[in-house]
Nanobody, 124 residues
Framework: QVQLVESGGGLVQAGGSLRLSCAAS????????MGWFRQAPGKEREFVAT????????YYADSGKGRFTISRDNAKNTLYLQMNSLKPEDTAVYYC?????????????????WGQGTQVTVSS
């Protein structure tokens, strides 16, 4: 089992920045591909970004390319999502997820463990 706890969400004005964190406990964090997803009100949960075990490989949804950066600190068992130039359409609950896989994963169903989510609200 892997337990994931997100933090860092909040209310920010358009153009602002937030850094989300996801603290992992349980099994060895560095064994898992990690991802961020988000779910806006009335919408399906969607992929945001994913990162490999080592942090050497990343992949982003088009919505976040150039604005979001996913990273991880395996020594601290923590995943991050730096979000810059935020837009009102980024408003959502953001979830981190862990996958016991060897390749980057963009599909929600491929992830094994999920956090409870953190709310991000971007005002215009």
């Amino acid at each position: 089992q892997v337990q994931l706890v997100e933090s860092g969400g909040g209310l920010v004005q358009a153009g602002g920045s937030l850094r989300l964190s996801c603290a992992a406990s349980g099994r060895t964090f560095s064994n898992y591909v990690m991802g961020w997803f988000r779910q806006a009100p009335g919408k399906e949960r969607e992929f945001v970004a994913t990162i490999s075990w080592s942090g050497g490989s990343t992949y982003y949804a088009d919505s976040g390319k150039g604005r979001f950066t996913i990273s991880r600190d395996n020594a601290k068992n923590t995943l991050y999502l730096q979000m810059n130039s935020l837009k009102p359409e980024d408003t959502a609950v953001y979830y981190c997820a862990a996958a016991n896989r060897v390749v980057l994963i963009i599909t929600e169903g491929e992830y094994d463990y999920w956090g409870q989510g953190t709310q991000v609200t971007v005002s215009s």
